[in-house]
């Protein structure tokens, strides 16, 4: 199975995570990642109760943003958030995500 792309982490850029962060359901999504540490695509469907193709596709732009990293096993694909590489090129950015208050999303 071919791993999904990620972007080094010297190639991130700052307009290209908070265009990944724009949308609210990704917000949620780095939200729960961060509460759960690693999860699949099918957790997020139930809790966003949004379509596995529109999960995927949002998981697709966190990835490709630089923000979540793919683990596989067997068929199943794990995501987890880049924390220690993100806050250290951006510091207190996904502090200040996971610290809005849900509403304010």
């Given at each position: 199975?071919?791993?999904?792309?990620?972007?080094?982490?010297?190639?991130?850029t700052y307009t290209k995570v908070l265009q990944a962060l724009s949308e609210p359901n990704?917000?949620?999504?780095?939200?729960?990642?961060?509460?759960?540490?690693?999860?699949?695509?099918?957790?997020?469907?139930?809790?966003?109760?949004?379509?596995?193709?529109?999960?995927?596709?949002?998981?697709?732009?966190?990835?490709?943003?630089?923000?979540?990293?793919?683990?596989?096993?067997?068929?199943?694909?794990?995501?987890?958030?880049?924390?220690?590489?993100i806050n250290e090129k951006f510091p207190g950015l996904l502090d200040s995500v996971t610290?809005?208050?849900?509403?304010?999303?």
């Open positions: 199975m071919k791993i999904p792309y990620q972007p080094p982490i010297e190639s991130i990704r917000v949620k999504i780095i939200r729960c990642l961060s509460d759960s540490g690693e999860n699949n695509c099918t957790a997020y469907t139930i809790k966003l109760m949004l379509p596995k193709s529109t999960v995927s596709h949002h998981i697709k732009v966190l990835r490709e943003a630089g923000l979540i990293q793919a683990r596989i096993q067997g068929k199943e694909h794990f995501y987890s958030l880049r924390k220690n590489e610290q809005v208050h849900e509403a304010d999303i």
